[in-house]
């Protein structure tokens, strides 16, 4: 009798169990990264990191520029064999060329590393990738 009841509680257990589905991004949103750090009662800094930019001329989105209240310390881009294909100091964006160059990169995902510095000068690296969009 208990053998019975057991079997037909396992049955049921396992048959109300379901796969669930992968969860899988939507198509049409854009993820971008917004980094901030809160002081006691105002923001220390704030930095808009976008994931995407399209270096084709067209006057949108030309650049991968990053925004926000900070001060800019260090920007490098590595291609996907993690050799640094841009890098600089002195500005906040890259056009899409490999620096000293005026190579072109191909379209495709690149790793930023990127160090700020906020009002109190402490520094703050950030690291992700961006997609150059063709």
Known sequence: MYKIITITLLIWVFASCTKEKPLLPQENVTYTHWYETRGASDTLFSVYIPNAFSPNGDGINDKFYIKGSFTFD???ILNKYNNVIFKTSDRDYWSGYVYYSSYVVPQ???????????????????????????
Not at 109 to 128: A, F, M, P, T, W
């Open 108 to 134: 495709g995902n690149y790793v930023y590393q990127l160090s700020v510095l906020d009002r109190i000068g402490k520094k703050h690296e950030y690291s992700g990738s961006v997609m150059v969009i063709r």
């Open 74 to 76: 260090n920007l490098k």
